[in-house]
């Protein structure tokens, strides 16, 4: 017999007078990403900071999640062997490490239901029935079984009007100082000393000041494309399989029993020049390329680059995970030597960065596209709109709808990228809008 259509299965519930009541949750966060945003205010390390791109001059990186980030594998000794072990599910990684700046998760599955009793004490009863709509919020499911309709995200990315100039060095303003002065006589009413106290908020001179303003202002307009080149690019992917989280709020003894992917983005996601894939913490092994790697035959894919961790001396940093690791750790025969990158391949420039091409194969690429915003462009935002249509059954009573074992054949966790450039030394600031409605119907 075949499966009913989407018309019968609304007729056959609305004679039933089930799944009638619509439960609407708003999604919101706002704020500024910028460039080298992933550097904390004290200077420590952190776990979020790209390891294997060239950040020599400003670079823009940020990210979040659709709902939550899964945990998958790094290039730890117990992930790089031939031996599935407790212990490969046991240390697994969070995937938004390297990926720069953490703009938020938006738990946008997060839904909860209310309960079939009511009242408090002595005054507290059971519904034998299902709850009435009329007074369930609309922003709560009326039952714990229903359907996942929809999600509605929509995101704004606005360039500010005082986004910081670069930090010319006094060398080169100051012929922009001199101008005006007889040949040969230099500037005497801004000294270097007086150039750098501006920089560091420390002058007190107004005629100075103002002078230096003036300066700027004429460096900046001196500049070929008169604002810097903005170039952005902007990816929204997932998993091509259900995802891991380590955590009680998700279904992972049925992701687990089903099949799920521990492929890590943060070295996979992109694909190199030499054809293997590669991201912000090192890259993955081809069975088909480095077959030189394992004396005992062709390797399986292996993660060789950086892992967040703690060390014996007790500094939590980012360590090498390179093959191979120490004797006693590798499990797999690989001759000694490191290496962070494949051969012929260095770290990854602003450029690569724009235009490498990504790692399909393992990834559903929602959406990958570049855009550029200045005074040059004639744009000063960009906007974009993802639309999820799942229309997927659930039945939980957790507010996390990932611990429904309905949907524990797909994967929701989708993970968002922005990547920034001024293509130069010009620093680069975005502010940030993101609006989004999930829609869950139950009753």
């Known amino acids: 017999m075949a499966p009913f259509n989407t018309n ?28 080298n945003g992933w550097v904390p205010a004290d200077g420590t390390a952190t776990a979020y900071a790209p390891q ?23 290039c730890s000794g117990v992930h790089n062997n031939d031996t599935l072990e407790a212990a490969d599910f046991e240390s697994v990684a969070p995937t938004q490490y390297g990926y720069g700046q953490l703009i938020s998760e938006l738990r946008a599955l ?9 009242g408090t004490g002595s005054n507290s009863f059971y519904d034998q029935d299902r709850p009435d709509a009329a007074w369930v919020s609309s922003t709560k499911r009326a039952t714990p079984d ?21 930090h010319p060095s006094y060398a080169d303003i100051k012929f922009i100082l001199d101008r005006g002065l007889a040949p040969g006589v230099a500037n005497t009413s801004v000294t270097e000393t007086n150039y750098q106290d501006f920089w560091r908020g420390t002058l007190s001179e107004d005629a100075a000041t103002k002078t230096i303003k003036a300066a700027l202002d004429i460096y900046a307009r001196s500049h070929p494309m008169h604002t810097p080149h903005y170039e952005f690019r ?15 709020s998700s279904n992972n003894l049925d992701a687990l029993r089903n099949g799920v992917s521990l492929l890590n983005p943060g070295f996979d996601l992109f694909m190199g020049q030499t054809g293997r894939p590669r991201g912000p913490l090192g890259y993955r ?31 939590t940093d980012f360590m090498p995970g390179v093959i191979p690791q120490n004797g006693d750790d590798a499990g797999h025969g ?48 960009f906007e974009d709109v993802f639309d999820f249509d799942f229309n997927d059954q659930i039945n939980t009573a957790d507010t996390d709808l990932l611990s429904s074992d309905t949907l524990a054949d797909k994967n929701y966790r989708w ?25 869950v119907q139950s009753g």
């Open 334 to 381: 690989f001759t000694t030597g490191s290496a962070l990158f494949p051969d012929g391949e260095a770290a990854l420039t602003h450029r690569d960065l724009m235009t490498m091409p990504l790692n399909k194969n393992d990834y559903v690429v929602m959406r990958d596209v570049r855009f550029f915003l200045g005074q040059s462009q004639g744009k000063s935002h």
């Open 285 to 315: 092994t081809s069975p088909n390329l480095d077959k030189n790697l394992d004396p005992s035959g062709a390797p399986a894919p292996y993660y060789s680059g950086v892992r967040w961790g703690t060390d014996a001396n007790a500094v």
């Open 8 to 35: 019968q299965v609304k007729y056959i519930q609305a004679v039933a007078g089930r799944q009638q009541h619509t439960t609407l949750k708003a999604l919101h966060s706002n704020g500024v990403i910028k460039s």
């Open 52 to 74: 294997t791109f060239d950040v020599t001059n400003p670079l823009l990186l940020a990210q979040f999640a659709l709902h939550e980030f899964p945990h998958a594998w790094d």
């Open 110 to 118: 997060d839904v909860p239901c209310v309960g079939e009793s009511r």
């Open 415 to 439: 993970h968002c990228v922005i990547i920034g450039t001024s293509n130069g030394k010009d620093p680069v600031h975005l502010n940030y809008e993101i609006r989004g409605t999930t829609c």
């Open 146 to 166: 229903g359907f996942l309709k929809s999600l509605n995200l929509k995101l704004r990315l606005t360039l500010p009007t005082n986004i910081p100039v670069a």
């Open 234 to 248: 902007l990816i929204m992917f997932r998993n091509r399989l259900n995802t891991y989280r380590a955590t009680a």
